[in-house]
């Protein structure tokens, strides 16, 4: 593996991500998040990699032993250890901090945590074909991923920022309850995608990619939302 390899998978692989980070500080421009801890956050997200690998290896060595087959409690368990890295990382690093002090906050920085895991992840997946010299695979990689693989980071872990956000004012067992209940359904959503994903064939394909925009436009519009119910009585900075 050459050095520029290297960076052509690093560049490949941030640069989706950057793009879907940039629409999402766009919908939040009217009251921007500190650009440090958006960056700390996107940092934080892609450290957490390097921690799910081993993790997931061990998983799928403990649960399937010799077998090659993939099965659905190996992927259950991958999306577990993804989902839950990925809470963990922002709850301790980032959720408790002043500058989050709005309900969509909390969907902003699981967000901003899960773009930078899908980007060191899709850098991950464009060495293999950058490596074979497969220089329009690694586009078709870079393509696919940014429509499927980093949108599906994106929904599965609003999912726990919005858990949080509608439940920001609550008791505390109900924010615990919230909290479990959104990271039950981002395991959900991420184990269905893979398990389409995994299968052979055009149809199933694209029913996983049909399947994560659905979820998608659900969220955005639940976006929408939840701004509204923040900012109704604020006045808009000008």
Known sequence: MDFLTLIYAF???????????????????RHPEPKKLIAFAFIVGMLMVPLALPLEQFA??????????????????????EEVLKYAAAA????????????????????????????????????????????????FTGDVRFLGSTLLHIVASASIGFALAFSHNGHPMTRVTATVSGLILAIALHTAFNALIINEG???????????????????AAFEVLKYFQYRDIPINT
């Open 60 to 81: 799928k060595t403990s649960l399937l032993g010799d077998q090659s087959n993939m099965s659905l409690l190996i992927l259950v368990a991958w999306a577990l250890i």
């Open 92 to 139: 301790s690093l980032i959720l408790w901090r002043p500058a989050v002090d709005e309900m969509p906050d909390y969907v902003i920085y699981m967000i901003t945590v899960a773009l930078g895991f899908a980007s060191a992840e899709n850098m991950l997946f464009l060495i293999t074909p950058l490596m074979n010299g497969g220089a329009a695979s690694s586009i």
């Open 11 to 29: 560049f490949g692989g941030l640069f989706p991500s950057l793009i879907w980070l940039y629409f999402l500080l766009k919908e939040d421009a």
């Open 202 to 220: 055009t149809s199933s394909a694209f029913i996983a990619f049909a399947f994560v925009w659905v979820v998608a436009v659900v969220f955005f």
